[in-house]
T-cell receptor, first 116, second 112 residues
Framework: DVKVTQSSRYLVKRTGEKVFLECVQDMDHENMFWYRQDPGLGLRLIYFSYDVKMKEKGDIPEGYSVSREKKERFSLILESASTNQTSMYLC???????????????FGEGSRLTVL | DAKTTQPTSMDCAEGRAANLPCNHSTISGNEYVYWYRQIHSQGPQYIIHGLKNNETNEMASLIITEDRKSSTLILPHATLRDTAVYYCIVRVTQGGSEKLVFGKGTKLTVNP
């Protein structure tokens, strides 16, 4: 089975701190995604990556950056955390087009970040 | 922006069929429709996807209208564990890759 692992289930950080959220997948997927989920707003796409060192902005990239140095790892970075970044963060991966199960997103369990 | 619209919430009696509608009137000819669900405190779970033919798997059935502008997810015998938020999604092409944009979904409550 595909496994997407997020490094921390729960984090508490202070305003202004730099925050790293790590995500690792073990199925050699090309595409990886970071979403955030907030009550009443559903899942919103922050950034995604379709290859090593490649990245694309999603719908709400402001205040975030990402890093994809290795195929299996996709990191979300908050350079200076703010209270409005308190949220549930979800990482997902999927094979590239043309491969089996294309489009089926495999999600991690989520990381709940609280910024004080 | 999400390319789909869904009702905010629905209720269903346990053991009955749950029919969840979705409108995707701007869908392109080669875009698939995907359904996911999210049970509280868990990551979203893939249910089913389709292009233009109806699809069935062990979890659900997907009925897509002939003009492809809407679809319905059917849970044939809903159980209490099917209570979740259900997302209908169309893939969007951006920057040479494809992404799934989630809307707000439908909160399905299965009642005893």
């Amino acid at each position: 089975d595909v496994k997407v692992t997020q490094s921390s289930r729960y984090l508490v950080k202070r305003t202004g701190e730099k925050v790293f959220l790590e995500c690792v997948q073990d199925m050699d997927h090309e595409n990886m995604f970071w979403y955030r989920q907030d009550p009443g707003l559903g899942l919103r796409l922050i950034y995604f990556s379709y290859d090593v060192k490649m990245k694309e902005k999603g719908d709400i990239p402001e205040g975030y950056s990402v890093s994809r140095e290795k195929k299996e790892r996709f990191s979300l970075i908050l350079e200076s955390a703010s209270t409005n970044q308190t949220s549930m963060y979800l990482c997902a991966s999927t094979p590239s087009a043309g491969q089996p199960n294309t489009g089926e997103l495999f999600f991690g369990e989520g990381s709940r970040l609280t910024v004080l | 922006d999400a390319k789909t619209t869904q009702p905010t919430s629905m209720d269903c009696a346990e053991g009955r069929a749950a029919n969840l509608p979705c409108n995707h009137s701007t869908i392109s000819g080669n875009e698939y429709v995907y359904w996911y669900r999210q049970i509280h405190s868990q990551g979203p779970q893939y249910i089913i996807h389709g292009l233009k033919n109806n699809e069935t798997n062990e979890m659900a059935s997907l009925i897509i209208t002939e003009d492809r502008k809407s679809s319905t997810l059917i849970l044939p015998h809903a159980t209490l564990r099917d209570t979740a938020v259900y997302y209908c999604i169309v893939r969007v092409t951006q920057g040479g890759s494809e992404k799934l944009v989630f809307g707000k979904g439908t909160k399905l409550t299965v009642n005893p």
